[in-house]
Each structure stands twice: as C-alpha cells, then as structure tokens.
Nanobody
Framework: VQLQASGGGLVQDGGSLRLSCAAS????????MGWYRQVAGKQRESVAI???????KYADSVKGRFTISRDNGNHTVYLQMNSLKPEDTAVYYC?????????WGQGTLVTVSS
C-alpha cells in the first residue's frame, strides 16, 4: 500500500487548508484512515481518525475546526482544516490501517503564520 499526501502549504492565522491522501496498491480491507502530525522534537500525535464504520475521533485541540472524511471509491482520505492557528504548524502524515497493518504517507508540511 502506498500513500500520497498533498495539500499542505503556508496559510495565515484563521485560514483554511484541505489535505488529501490517496491510497494505492494492494488494498484489501481498510480498517481505519487517519491524520497525524509531528513537530520537530516532539512525538507524533493523532489529529483525526475515521474508522470503516464511520466513527470519528479528533484531538481535543482540533475539535470543531477540523473535519476528516473519505472517498471510498478512490481510497482517499481528506482533512479539512478551518480556523487554523500557529500551533497547528506541523508535518501532517496520513495513516491507513489495512488488515491490521498500518501504513504511512510521506508527510506534508502545514505552516500557519501569525
């Protein structure tokens, strides 16, 4: 399974971005798709998770501002990020769990300027 993330960039405080992550390869059964982020020197943290059953889980810091969704037909997961804050600045990684195995995308940098 290969994951290609895109959509990162530079945005001002209060702005919006939409991240996309397309999965390709031998995809049999996706259990969950999600987004994580990492700041240099800190651990990678979960931002938003979407299970195959449609359940979502968000980090408290992004609730009400970020929305995760997926396009089942294209095996693509999205992260709509609104009301961005400087503290959202990080490298964002998509993750797909398929048959119990986790796969990571290459990361896309999001920078929010104050």
């Amino acid at each position: 399974v290969q994951l290609q993330a895109s959509g990162g960039g530079l945005v001002q405080d209060g702005g919006s971005l939409r991240l996309s992550c397309a999965a390709s390869g031998r995809i049999f059964s996706i259990n969950a798709m999600g987004w994580y982020r990492q700041v240099a020197g800190k651990q990678r943290e979960s931002v938003a998770i979407l299970t195959v059953g449609g359940s979502t889980k968000y980090a408290d810091s992004v609730k009400g501002r970020f929305t995760i969704s997926r396009d089942n037909g294209n095996h693509t997961v999205y992260l709509q990020m609104n009301s961005l804050k400087p503290e959202d600045t990080a490298v964002y990684y998509c993750n797909v769990v398929s048959l119990g195995v986790g796969y990571w995308g290459q990361g896309t940098l999001v920078t929010v300027s104050s």
